[in-house]
């Protein structure tokens, strides 16, 4: 199975801040990788796909980069929506696997 | 207005049974495959299932495999999946997601699922 470790596992952030949250593969995943979003008692948000492709209706201020087994996704400045629970998954082969998220809180 | 509408969670006894639903509208259900993704209380998320849209192929995850079992009905535009010899690790938020081409689009809202004597 491919293992995925996200870092930080937490972060406190202020608003207007940008935020940088990196998932690492186990092995290269090429570019198999998407980005979600989950806020309290709520269901996953699918936010990026192919590493660097932003789902439809997902704002600019959040981006993704890397390939092979080294990944990240940053937000250009922060919002009070966007405080949540952020989680990377490869889908490049199946077990499908998670990173076990970075929780980004309010500083 | 795609939806996505899980059902059928509960309580449930260690070695019980129980199947999931998951309703689905707002899109061709038939083009899509189907994910069933959990997470524990206070835990992670972790992928359980698949299927295509067509039935032909399905996967587990090792920790469900031989236990549970991924179908869909596509004239009903259904989900579902029948969980069986259910363990305490097994108490979890279930959450059905649409995917195309391997990616992940759309979530259901989630259904509770407790394993509990």
């Known amino acids: 199975d491919i293992q995925m470790t996200q870092s930080p596992s937490s972060l406190s952030a202020s608003v207007g801040d940008r935020v940088t949250i990196t998932c690492r593969a186990s092995?290269?995943?090429?570019?198999?990788l998407a980005w979600f979003q989950q806020k309290p008692g709520k269901a996953p948000k699918s936010l990026i796909y192919a590493a660097s492709s932003l789902q439809s209706g997902v704002p600019s201020k959040f981006s993704g980069s890397g390939s092979g087994t080294d990944f990240s996704l940053t937000i250009s400045s922060l919002q009070p929506e966007d405080f949540a629970t952020y989680y990377c998954?490869?889908?490049?082969?199946?077990?499908?696997?998670f990173g076990q998220g970075t929780k980004v809180e309010i500083k | 207005e795609v939806q996505l509408v899980e059902s059928g969670g509960g309580l449930v006894q260690p070695g019980g049974s129980l199947r999931l639903s998951c309703a689905t509208s707002g899109f061709t259900f038939s083009d899509y495959s189907m994910n069933w993704v959990r997470q524990a209380p206070g835990k992670g998320l972790e992928w359980v299932s698949y299927?295509?849209?067509?039935?032909?192929?399905?996967y587990y995850a090792d920790s469900v495999k031989g236990r549970f079992t991924i179908s869909r009905d596509n004239a009903k535009n259904s989900l579902y999946l029948q969980m069986s010899s259910l363990r305490d690790e097994d108490t979890a938020v279930y959450y059905c997601?649409?995917?195309?081409?391997?990616?992940?689009?759309?979530w259901g809202q989630g259904t509770l699922v407790i394993v509990s004597s």
């Open positions: 998954q490869q889908y490049k082969s199946y077990p499908r696997t």
């Open positions: 997601a649409s995917s195309r081409s391997r990616i992940v689009g759309d």
């Open positions: 092995q290269d995943i090429r570019n198999d």
């Open positions: 299927i295509s849209s067509a039935s032909s192929t399905m």
